[in-house]
């Protein structure tokens, strides 16, 4: 049992590490401000949620367990509104969302 | 195992002060930033079950709430150049 | 007053997990700094139904269960498009109408999109979200509007 549970949250926490990495990667590789943050989005909820619920199992039914669920319940919770607040400023401040037409004429470009 | 988990997240972290030095823009650095410390809290949590000391959790805790107020500062310094103002209710026009 | 006592309890029961002392003396602290801290809120005048949203009740504890499947549905199609070499992205930006009469479930709509990789809302003003999307089809699924329905039930008919 002690041993599935392990497994478990290894794999957990692989698959957190990976959804981090794919958000590292899509931060440097997505064309504009926009379309970025959805890929900071990946490893604000899906890399944070299951790096946190590997070592929730890990941890068992003890204080630090809810200590974690508090930290992701944060996250969650901080995240969307800080994304709102950059997402709003940089669209009143004039950064213009790159839209699909122009991105398919020239990808290259940003 | 954390390890591994723990690379992960450098190399995250790594990519993200990549794309805070490239910009082009002042918001894509913001949002480089707030990535980075949303890694910090990662790192911080695993880099302590790594270590054998649980207790880092309460560092992280912090973290995850001094991230999000500085990320928000920063925001309304850049928004309105003053820390102390209101703002206008709504700036109106300016998305079309 | 019924939302000062909900405050004082949720504060204290997250003092007494964070604390991990269980003494007499430390946890009267803890009820008095829980108290202070509450007085103070209701001098400032925050304490009411969009501080201390207890009249959602259950309904939001059946929103979540939902919310975080679409979140890791939503995170493994970004993560397809962010790996394949093409790179296929189609970036939209559409205008939701808001199905919410509170501001406080229009908050929870709003982050709810934003919280969806693939999906951020950009502005929310009076009740109209404007929502940037990383592909046309999680356009296509804001404005189909399964989510905004869920969240308007969440604030009760």
């Known amino acids: 049992m002690a041993v599935a549970i392990d497994i478990l949250s290894w794999a957990l926490l692989l698959s957190g590490g990976f959804f981090v990495v794919v958000g590292g990667i899509g931060v440097l ?14 490893t604000d909820t899906g890399g944070a949620a299951l790096i946190l619920i590997g070592l929730m199992l890990q941890a068992g039914f003890t204080l630090i367990t809810v200590k974690l669920l508090l930290i992701l319940l944060f996250l969650w919770f901080t995240s969307p509104t800080a994304s709102y607040a950059l997402a709003n400023s940089a669209l009143f401040d004039g950064v213009k969302p790159l839209l699909q037409k122009r991105g398919a004429d020239d990808e290259d470009e940003g | ?22 910009g082009p823009t002042v918001y894509d650095r913001i949002l480089a930033v707030n990535m980075f410390g949303t890694k910090t809290v990662l790192l911080i949590a695993v880099g302590g079950f790594a270590v054998g000391r649980p207790d880092f959790l309460d560092l992280a805790l912090v973290y995850a709430l001094i991230n999000f107020v500085g990320v928000l500062a920063v925001l309304k310094f850049v928004r309105y150049r003053d820390l102390g103002s209101a703002g206008p209710a709504r700036e109106p026009g300016a998305v079309d | 007053m019924v939302y000062a006592i909900s405050l004082w309890i949720a504060l204290y029961a997250t003092w007494l997990l964070l604390s991990g002392f269980y003494t007499p003396f430390l946890m009267g602290l803890g009820a008095v700094s ?6 103070i809120a209701r ?4 304490i009411d139904h969009e501080a201390v949203p207890i009249q959602l009740g259950w309904r939001i504890l059946t929103y979540w269960p939902w919310l975080i499947v679409e979140i890791f549905k939503a995170n493994i199609d970004v993560t397809r498009r962010v790996l394949s070499p093409s790179l296929p992205i189609s970036p939209t930006m559409i205008k939701v109408k808001t199905a919410q009469r509170s501001d406080l479930a229009k908050v929870i709509y709003a982050n709810s999109i934003t919280l969806t990789p693939g999906t951020v809302s950009v502005d929310v003003h009076e009740d109209e979200i404007t929502v940037h999307a990383i592909s046309a089809e999680g356009a296509a699924d804001i404005a189909e509007g399964t ?11």
């Open chain 3, 43 to 46: 001098r400032m005048d925050v």
């Open chain 3, 34 to 39: 829980c108290a202070v801290v509450v007085f």
């Open chain 1, 29 to 42: 590789r997505l064309p504009d401000l926009y379309t970025r943050m959805h890929a900071a989005g990946v």
């Open chain 3, 147 to 157: 989510m905004n329905r869920k969240a308007a039930a969440v604030e009760g008919a």
């Open chain 2, 1 to 22: 195992m954390f390890v591994a988990a723990v690379f992960a997240i450098l190399i995250t972290m790594a990519l993200a002060i990549a794309r805070a030095v490239a």
